[in-house]
């Protein structure tokens, strides 16, 4: 079935279509949503509540741009309305200009699960900054909108972000250097 006569069902609260749209947009969802929580448990939990949005909303999407970008919009808003009604987010941050923290390009050699790990253990207010605007692209502008912060707390919360990820890979190499050299 095409994905608007499936959309159209749904709008219709046909189960067996809401059943089927969850099972083609359930992976996609979830690897977004494991970005923005802190573990597997709280993104099963945020695809649960997005979904659950998504067909209490499903009315409301008129076909007009990606419906797949509409379900990702609504379930990154979940996992961040989570964090905004914790007291967590640092809201007055000196905004004096930040540089980037550059991180050794040899320090690169681990898989995306231990970087997605890295991500997951940061503070709420970093690891949301970070994958809004490293992994999703939003600007700090946008950030700032979404998060109810100021652009220069976004832009010092991600140079923080970085410098935790940084320290973690340096870390992690340094360990396995030691091994190495242990074993050598």
């Known amino acids: 079935m095409d994905t608007k006569k499936l959309i159209k069902k749904c709008q219709k609260n046909n189960r067996k279509a809401q059943s089927e749209l969850f099972h083609l947009y ?23 509540d997005a979904f659950i949005t998504i067909f209490k909303k499903i009315n409301q999407y008129n076909f007009k741009g990606s419906f797949e970008g509409w379900m990702k919009r609504i379930t990154i808003n979940k996992a ?40 997951q253990e940061l503070p709420d207010r970093y690891r949301l900054v970070f994958s809004l605007y490293e992994l999703d692209d939003y600007s700090h502008k946008e950030i700032a909108k979404m998060l ?4 220069g707390t976004s832009k ?29």
């Open 80 to 119: 961040i309305d989570k964090y905004k009604k914790a007291p967590l987010l640092d809201r007055n941050l000196n905004e004096e200009k930040i540089a980037d923290t550059k991180i050794d390009p040899d320090a690169l050699n681990f898989s995306l699960d231990e970087l997605l790990t890295y991500i």
């Open 156 to 184: 010092s919360n991600l140079h923080r972000a970085k410098s935790i990820l940084k320290t973690k890979i340096m870390s992690r190499n340094n360990c396995l250097k030691k091994i190495a050299i242990s074993n050598g």
């Open 148 to 151: 109810h912060i100021s652009e």
């Open 26 to 48: 359930k992976d996609i969802l979830f690897a977004l949503s494991l970005k923005y929580c802190k573990n597997y448990n709280e993104a099963e939990d945020n695809l649960h």
